[in-house]
Nanobody, 128 residues
Framework: HVQLVESGGGSVQAGGSLRLSCVASGYTSRSFCMAWFRQVPGKEREGVAAYDSDTTRTYADSAKGRFFISYDDDKKTLYLQLHSLKPEDTAIYYC???????????????????????WGQGTQVTVS
């Protein structure tokens, strides 16, 4: 089964940028959904952005215009570029994967989120 390892989190001032990485290893599939979620302790997990192996990108409203999701197939790595960071972006960011994807659209909210069956350990982003 696929393993996911995130990195790239850290502390940054408001208005700054970070790039998160998520390396997939073990079983991987050419058809997949991969996504970024975030969670503040005591609050519900929130979807941020999703990447479909057909290169379709989906963003939560909170991420549109500031965050960019991408994937490097050679490196089997999912990225999330964070720009114009705000204190409310402070959270643990998790990478998730549905491998293989059987044809459904990749989502970041709603019942379809349950299709993500592999999760990384998370990386902390703190914006002050």
């Amino acid at each position: 089964h696929v393993q996911l390892v995130e990195s790239g989190g850290g502390s940054v001032q408001a208005g700054g940028s970070l790039r998160l990485s998520c390396v997939a290893s073990g079983y991987t599939s050419r058809s997949f959904c991969m996504a970024w979620f975030r969670q503040v302790p005591g609050k519900e997990r929130e979807g941020v952005a999703a990447y479909d192996s057909d290169t379709t990108r989906t963003y939560a409203d909170s991420a549109k215009g500031r965050f960019f999701i991408s994937y490097d197939d050679d490196k089997k790595t999912l990225y999330l570029q964070l720009h114009s960071l705000k204190p409310e972006d402070t959270a643990i960011y998790y990478c998730a994967a549905e491998m293989p994807n059987l044809g459904s659209a990749c989502v970041v909210e709603g019942p379809g989120v349950g299709r993500y069956h592999r999760w990384g350990q998370g990386t902390q982003v703190t914006v002050s």
